[in-house]
């Protein structure tokens, strides 16, 4: 086993009855580095993540975790991964401390309890039955059991679903500290901002399939920067210049006409002295201008849209 | 390091325990199940009373009853309890949590089957005490006949109850799902009167019952004498006893065989719709 390589997926195609959840995505997780599967709901990001995680076999193509089948050699995989699952069940009757003592009985050298529930955040809290936590409270116990055997590979499903931005915070900084430590982490989310914050590398899923992959920089690079500024009512659309070669799009948001560019060749800067320029040759005010680099969150709509439309 | 990993035994005893103790510790937060497991039982006892000489086919009619509940009691604290814990545990998603530990499958079901066994032993040790205190009864003839019955009798409908969990949709209707194997129980296996009193073709299909067997080899343990040859029920000795008993094992066996098999092609770790 090439011990670089925590996870390999190839061709895995994964079907509930006649719908195909995942069909053929290969990818691979390097040791010790956060891997994000970001998608759409139904993009079919916690199927795979449970054919990792070994919970349903494979129906075509082949999984590793740490170089055996998460499926077929549980018993030797499991002792070694941690698993938050998207929705799984707690005990509504134990208490924190008591979910964490007989979560340590299951789970080889385990953390200490105290140090468990710290980690939780709920060392108020340990005496309380778990049916009296909040949605973020139990997503942050999940995350503690996940941790409890200092598991070498991690996987997150939507860790922060539900949490308030304070805990989001607390919980990445945790996610970091777990990678720091040398552990691999897969997370699934539709938080871009986690994605960009976390992620060493990412795969945009849709449909089944694995759009585009990459560092946060490769999968954004080549989807161009915008501008766009509003429309004054006496510029008609045909007057307006094109930048870098690209043309315009026309959108009317709450009654205000945006002229927005997608730029690719030349790059932001020439692009935006090329509509200044314009717009002081011409005598045209830009209210409403803003330029940015383009960001994740671009990459996943065209990928969502381009999915619809197709 | 891989041949380590790929020897390990694919089921503790520590860990059963481990999930026992959870099971234990839920069962006690729980007070409508523990009333289940342990107040049927004592209504059933409590029934055996009114029956104290009354002569059933030549014995007591408190012990033949009594000796029936012995079996009859598998039903509460085995396939009831195991019912209603992994249809509880499969739809509110505990089932799957567990399974992300580094348990193995068979310690979360070996575990629960312990948890069942152990309360079932308590039962049916204080059943025996009852009858042998309070209803004239006696010291088993052969205990190891009878606990011989009884463990098959736990395998049985451990293996039924892990196949009925898996046709069941909710932990609520987990209790209408076991209700006709209740009845079944109650009517076919001879547990309030002796199979003989049925017609005889009646009484030979209720020898078939997963329930009969049992009783029939624990009444022919505890009296030392033979329940299969129901007419009469000659006194047997040690290896007469296991004798006559013999068809009553192979139906037994029959039914864990069968029960394993549903059990395997029905039991879910995971509810339908996810």
New interface residues.
Partial sequence: MDTSTAIRVEGLRQRYGDFEAVAGISFEVRTGELFALLGTNGAGKTTTLEAL?G?RAVHEGTVRVLGRDPHR????V??RIG?M?Q?????A??TVA?TVD??R????APRGRDEAVALAGLTEKAGVRVRQLSGGQKRRLDLA?ALL?RPAVLFLDEPTAGMDPEARHTTWKIVRDVVASGATVVLTTHYLEEAERLADRLAILHRGRIKTSGTVGDVVAGYGDRISFQLPGRVRVAELPALGGARADITVDGGRTVASYTVTGTGLQAGLYDLLRWAEEERVPLDGLQARSASLEDVFLRTAAEGTTR | M?LA??S?P?VSLS?ML??S??DL??LW??KSSLVTVFGLPVVFAGMLVPMKGVDMGGVDGALLQGTGHLGFFLVFGVLMNLVTVFTA?RE?????????????DAEITGGSVLTATGMYAVQALALLTVLGVALGGRFPADPVLVLAGLAGGVAVFAALAFALSGVSPSAELAQLTVLPIVFGCMLGAGVMFPLDDLPGWLAQISRFTPLSPVVEITRTGYFGQDFHDHSAHPSVGVLAGWRTCLPSFGVLALWAVLGRALAARWFRW?PRHA
Avoid: C, M, Q, Y
């Avoid at chain 1, 050699?73 to 030797?76: F, G, H, I, M, T």
């Avoid at chain 1, 009985?105 to 080889?108: A, D, E, L």
């Avoid at chain 2, 509110?92 to 193995?104: M, N, Q």
């Fill in positions: 995680e919970h050699e549980r018993r030797a499991r002792p698993i699952l929705e799984g069940g707690f005990f009757d134990l008591e007989h979560w009985g299951f789970t080889p059991l055997g | 891989n990993a790929t390990l694919a860990a481990r999930v103790r959870l510790t839920l937060r729980n545990r509110d998603l505990t089932l799957k949590r567990l399974r992300g530990t580094a348990l193995s995971e």
